[in-house]
């Protein structure tokens, strides 16, 4: 049995969503607020954030916290898609584009992101309206670089799926839940996530619903 605690909107947490989809791994899903205790697993130790994966399908259970761990932890022992290349290059060049996605795109999650969910989940009262245009202005700059990538390449890192087609997915499917992300200005990178937002691992994403808001009619549209 494999059962995953997250919180749905967390750009990490569904990164994991996504591989466990395209490894079309059965899992127990558990939808959690971040910083809320686990009562099935009352030993984690301090520190640890969501996602959290326990994995009892092999000889021992297995606990990884952390989207890095989960899909490390996932690409070592499920069957199904191959998320990291078999040639070492090829691997180097997504680590890369993977690492570059969670640090880049922290910015946006910092700031765009978390007013978001402050203003339209937890009901603010008042949004720090410095951190949203300095979150906009972030996330512009960083669609300006894939624009130019989805412009050479089929995926992100080469011509094959990878994580880091998953992370950078995962990350404007967060932000354009909220309506946030410039389609009309980046043709080429609306193209690809036109096909990821198509694949079957991606449904649970278009279909989730998060108390207090929803998303805007073209979130789950596949030809928008």
């Not at 700059?141 to 130019?148: H, N, Q």
């Not at 043709?187 to 989730?208: G, I, T």
Request: glycine share 6%.
């Amino acid at each position: 049995m494999k059962r995953l605690w997250h919180w749905p909107l967390d750009p990490a947490a569904r990164t994991v969503r996504l591989a466990l989809g395209e490894k079309k791994a059965q899992v127990d899903m558990r939808a959690c607020r971040p910083g809320a205790p686990i009562a099935e697993l009352p030993d984690l130790p301090p520190g640890t954030e969501l996602p959290v994966l326990m994995d009892t399908t092999g000889e021992q259970k297995i606990v990884a916290s952390g989207s890095h761990a989960i899909l490390e932890h996932l690409e070592e022992g499920e069957t199904g898609e191959r998320l990291l290349p078999f040639l070492a290059k090829d691997r180097a060049e997504v680590r890369r584009l993977w690492q570059w996605s969670e640090n880049s795109f922290g910015e946006v999650n910092r700031t765009l992101l978390a007013e978001r969910e402050n203003q339209w989940v937890r009901r603010a009262k008042q949004s720090d309206t410095a951190r949203l245009r300095e979150g906009v202005h972030a996330l512009k700059s960083k669609i300006a670089f894939l624009e130019g990538l989805a412009g050479m390449r089929t995926y992100m890192a080469g011509r094959t799926l990878s994580l880091a087609d998953l992370s950078i997915a995962a990350h404007l499917s967060a932000y354009d839940y909220f309506g946030d992300v410039p389609w009309d200005l980046t043709p080429d990178l609306k193209e690809w996530y036109v096909r990821m937002k198509s694949r079957p691992s991606f449904r649970p994403l278009l279909a989730d619903k998060v108390e207090g808001t929803r998303p805007p009619s073209h979130y789950a549209d596949l030809d928008f």
